[in-house]
């Protein structure tokens, strides 16, 4: 690999405030990408992966630290970087071939010039004849692909990618993947390395030179793997196995030091509740039953056919509400989560209540809406009062879930007309 070391980022910290106090997206991130690398950036969401995204092209300025673009500081947008989104960022009323020059067009080329280019790249991405196509003709696939012929138009040294296969379906992901890959590897892209966001662990060990491996609150760099396995990659390999169990083990022994803050704090709010389903919820507890009650969690994932970052969140939620423990990369079920798995739908909730009761956030707005004349308060005053420890842009999805979690258990009640909480009678 060329050690051309293209960019440097050296003790960024990003926060903002809400209501005075102060939040990290991201904290002391240091981190170099070199010429002629691949490199993924995984981790759950609200790890701040696509803010540093956003920071190393220039279209945000961190509140801390500083960002080096060959040796020289950044400043205001990167000019040799561009970035593919996930939502493809087409514009609906242009064709193909105007979505791809327009490109050209703002680097200040004449039509007669920036046409044939654009001819070109539409072909190099697999969309010749398509040139006339809107938007609203293609599939998200295709999309995806104008996204990234666009992206090639402007020659960038710096190619970012900001999850862009997550809108896609599997099969359509899995075919651009694979066509990325060759344009990168046969040298087909005007770029000098790629830097890329995903939750998909599996994504990055295909594609990447080099996995960096975030957590959240605050947002920071937990630890790097490098893949050093020949393409094509296949899946089913002991290394590439191994490789996506090292991944997971990093993220699950972060996961556990979280749970164990968690168990030692009298906070409110200490740690977030994980996004989940109860039903996916009760699925993996039933899974971790007939399976023998323990699993590699990289066999997990496959086996119920999600993603890692739903895997993760569920393995938390388990483990937060005492139905299953984390060994390195292995879940195990304890006595209670093989009682909920053996119990029938009404035990299962009284199960659930018991283990909600016992988190801090829990434990804490139960006594409150006891306390309260009337057993209930308006969903505002719980979002202030939350509001002191749970980042502004994580505050209402967090009530979702505690509104959520308390319904099941049973616990809690919410009118949504006038948007107050009581205790469930």
């Not at 599997?170 to 890959?181: F, H, T």
Request: proline share 4%.
């Amino acid at each position: 690999m060329n050690k051309n070391r293209l960019v440097e980022v050296k003790n960024v910290s990003h926060k903002y405030y809400f209501k005075g106090k102060a939040f990290y997206a991201l904290r002391n991130i240091n981190l170099e990408l070199f010429e002629g690398e691949f490199v993924c950036l995984v981790g759950a969401s609200g790890s701040g992966k696509s803010t540093l995204l956003r920071i190393i092209t220039g279209l945000q300025t961190p509140t801390e630290g500083q960002v080096l673009y060959k040796g020289s500081p950044l400043k205001g947008v990167n000019p040799n970087a561009t970035i593919v989104f996930q939502t493809f960022a087409l514009f609906p009323w242009l064709t193909v071939l105007e979505n791809v020059e327009i490109a050209l067009k703002a680097r200040g080329l004449p039509k007669k010039v920036r046409i044939p280019i654009a001819l070109e790249l539409i072909d190099r991405v697999g969309l010749d004849g398509f040139e006339t196509a809107y938007p609203r003709e293609l599939s998200g696939g295709m999309k995806q692909k104008v996204g990234i012929a666009r992206a090639m138009a402007l020659e960038p040294e710096l190619l970012c990618m900001d999850e862009p296969f997550s809108a896609l379906d599997v099969l359509s992901a899995d075919a651009i993947r694979k066509e990325i890959l060759e344009l990168w590897l046969n040298g087909k892209m005007p770029t000098k390395t790629i830097l890329m966001v995903t939750h998909n662990i599996e994504e990055a060990v295909f594609m990447a030179d080099r996995i960096v491996v975030m957590d959240k609150n605050p947002g920071r760099i937990i630890g790097e793997v490098k893949v050093d396995i020949p393409h094509p990659r296949d899946r089913t390999s002991a290394k590439f196995l191994e490789t996506v169990d090292q991944v997971y083990s990093i993220l699950a022994g972060e996961l556990t030091e979280r749970l164990l803050t968690l168990a030692h704090s009298k906070k409110t709010a200490k740690v977030l509740l994980p996004d989940i389903e109860i039903a996916d919820l009760t699925g993996l507890v039933e899974h971790l039953y007939k399976k023998g009650k323990e699993e590699d969690i990289y066999k997990l994932a496959e086996e119920l056919g999600v993603d890692s970052e739903k895997i993760l969140n569920l393995i938390e939620a388990a483990e937060l509400l005492q139905f299953a423990e984390i060994h390195k990369t292995k879940v195990k079920l304890t006595p209670l989560g093989e009682k909920f798995a053996k119990s029938g739908i009404l035990e299962r909730k009284e199960i659930f209540a018991i283990s909600v009761k016992k988190l801090p956030v829990f434990h804490w707005l139960l006594n409150i809406l006891k306390s309260s004349d009337e057993k209930a308060l308006k969903i505002d005053v719980v979002k202030a009062a939350l509001s002191i420890e749970i980042p502004e842009n994580e505050l209402e999805k967090q009530i979702e879930i505690i509104i959520k979690w308390g319904r099941y258990a049973e616990l809690i009640a919410y009118d949504d007309e006038t948007e107050v909480i009581f205790l469930e009678s």
